[in-house]
Structure formats: structure tokens, C-alpha cells
């Protein structure tokens, strides 16, 4: 009767050791699928960033162009050419060439 006992005990510490050895494999499995997904979408999170920071950049030199243009626009320089070019006017006893080709 003691053999009964200590071999059912031996056989329930084996399925016991295998069983936890079954749920420790499986959090494993569980774990290394998640952290393939997580690395899956942070790879897609810096492609999505490195897209951005250039956006950025870009509208940063578009907002750099923008300004140089709006102090332009503030000289008299420009207020010249406009008044020359879609205007007509000219200065007092200024005269104006025109090619008839170029019309």
C-alpha cells in the first residue's frame, strides 16, 4: 500500500512538472506572438515619424520661402516692378521699347 501511494505520488508529480511545463511553453508562445506584433508595429510607427519630420521640414523651408516672399512684397522694389508690369506705369520722361514679337 505505501508503494500505491508514493507511486500515484510520483505520477502526480510528473503530470503536476509536465502541466506546468505545458503553461509555462504556451505563456511563451503567448508573449514572443506579442512582442512580434508590437515590434511589427513600432517598425511602422518610425516609418510613420521619419515621414512626418520630413512633412516638417518641408513646411518649414515652405514657411521660410513664404516670409522672404511677404518682405518682398514690402519693398519698394516690388511695388515698382508690379506698377511696371501690370500696370504700365512709367516714370516722367521714362520710354518704354516694346518688341511686336513678343506679343
Known amino acids: 500500500m505505501a508503494r500505491r501511494i508514493a507511486y500515484r505520488k510520483k505520477r502526480q508529480n510528473r503530470f503536476s512538472m509536465f502541466l506546468a511545463v505545458l503553461v ?4 511563451l508562445v503567448v508573449v514572443s506572438v506579442g ?3 508590437i515590434m511589427t508595429k513600432l517598425s511602422a510607427y518610425e516609418e510613420r ?7 516638417i521640414a518641408e513646411e518649414e523651408k515652405r514657411t521660410e520661402q513664404i516670409e522672404e516672399y511677404r518682405k518682398y512684397t514690402q519693398t519698394s522694389k516690388y511695388v515698382e516692378e508690379v ?5 504700365g506705369l512709367v516714370y516722367d520722361g521714362e520710354t518704354i521699347f516694346k518688341d511686336e514679337d513678343s506679343e
Open 49 to 55: 515619424k521619419a515621414e512626418l519630420e520630413q512633412a
Open 83 to 87: 506698377a511696371k508690369d501690370k500696370l
Open 24 to 27: 509555462v511553453g504556451l505563456l
Open 35 to 37: 512582442s512580434a506584433r
